[in-house]
Nanobody, 126 residues
Framework: QVQLVESGGGLVQAGGSLRLSCAASGRTFSSYPMGWFRQAPGKEREFVAAISWSGGHTYYADSVKGRFSISRDNAKNTVYLQMNSLKPEDTAVYYC???????????????????WGQGTQVTVSS
């Protein structure tokens, strides 16, 4: 069983920055693609960013491209989401997720991910 725990969320002003962390336990995720998703009230969960199992490829939703950066530290079994130039539209609960199949391709689809964290709230004020 894999457990993912997000942290780093909070309240920031527009234009500010936050770094979210996702720590995994149960197994290492060094060979697994990881993704960040977010969900605002009344909206569907949407893709934010993903990183390949090798760490050599990253992918971003158009809405966050150029502002957010995903990275991973396999030694710490942790994936990060650096969020800069935050906007009120970024307000949401942010979830990290990992696929169940190692060495598989990255994905932007929620249905492709098996394990999810509990989420961390990010609120961006005007």
């Amino acid at each position: 069983q894999v457990q993912l725990v997000e942290s780093g969320g909070g309240l920031v002003q527009a234009g500010g920055s936050l770094r979210l962390s996702c720590a995994a336990s149960g197994r290492t995720f060094s060979s697994y693609p990881m993704g960040w998703f977010r969900q605002a009230p009344g909206k569907e969960r949407e893709f934010v960013a993903a990183i390949s199992w090798s760490g050599g490829h990253t992918y971003y939703a158009d809405s966050v491209k150029g502002r957010f950066s995903i990275s991973r530290d396999n030694a710490k079994n942790t994936v990060y989401l650096q969020m800069n130039s935050l906007k009120p539209e970024d307000t949401a609960v942010y979830y990290c997720a990992t696929k169940s199949s190692p060495y598989s391709g990255s994905s932007y689809r929620t249905s492709d991910y098996t394990y999810w964290g509990q989420g961390t709230q990010v609120t961006v004020s005007s």
